[in-house]
């Protein structure tokens, strides 16, 4: 998981919710302008990375997640900051139920305490990563419980998901000679930053822990 740095809304949203009377509706939202604005914001501001499992995203590709569901909290239905793009979760590509992952396997779920949210500056601390592309929990007793149940919730261990990060993990791998810390360090650069485009790498948080972890001992 990436931390996410949320911008202001568009403005154009801003607007388009002080013309609704008496209040704005998700099903006036749909198919407005103003949604797809608002949904290509959320991907720009990620890098077009999924906000959970850190897939590669665009809008045809993602849709709009709340943190906090709406059903649950409906008065932060449409308060952008409660608002992310999260990737289609396996449900447009014939996976099982089971293999659903991120924002459609997480649906009406969310707990203040067992939730890690992206949008927590520390998120990043609380996972890692394996060669295999398993993720799990860090050893911090503290953060253990919220990152064990958030990685169940969401289903970050998917194989589908799992697949993904080992094929991501072992191209970098594959051209890193032991003891190569220059160019591990040029990768490990390269993979914290955004592109040209604006994108992060798909599945750069992974790839970076395992940098960090076996080719750039402190």
């Known amino acids: ?31 407005t302008p103003e949604k797809r604005a608002v949904h290509q914001s959320l991907v720009d501001e990620q890098g077009c990375i999924c906000c959970y499992c850190g897939a590669r995203v665009e809008r045809a590709t993602s849709h709009i997640e709340h943190i906090k ?28 139920r089971g293999e659903t992952h991120c924002g459609h396997r997480k649906r009406y779920w969310y707990d203040e305490h067992l939730f890690v949210s992206p949008l927590d500056a520390s998120c990043e601390t609380y996972f ?9 929990s860090t050893d911090d007793s503290g953060a253990r419980p919220a990152t064990e149940e958030t990685i169940k919730r969401l289903g970050l261990n998917s194989a589908s998901l799992q697949a993904a990060r080992k094929n991501a993990i072992d191209a970098i791998v594959s051209v890193l000679a032991p ?3 220059a160019r591990a360090t040029r990768l490990l650069h390269g993979f914290s930053q955004r592109d040209a485009g604006g994108r992060f790498a798909p599945f750069c948080m992974a790839i970076i822990y395992i940098l960090q972890q076996f080719y750039l001992p402190e």
């Open 179 to 181: 003891g190569d810390h």
């Open 69 to 96: 569901p709406r059903s649950l909290y409906p008065s932060l239905e449409f308060d952008y900051q409660n608002m992310l793009a999260s990737c289609e979760g396996g449900t447009l590509d014939g996976l099982r």
């Open 1 to 31: 998981m990436k931390h996410i740095a949320k911008n202001r809304e568009p403005a154009d949203f801003t607007e388009w919710k002080r013309s609704q009377e008496p209040e704005p509706s998700w099903t006036s939202f749909e198919g």
């Open 128 to 136: 890692r990563y394996l060669a295999s592309g398993e993720i799990s």
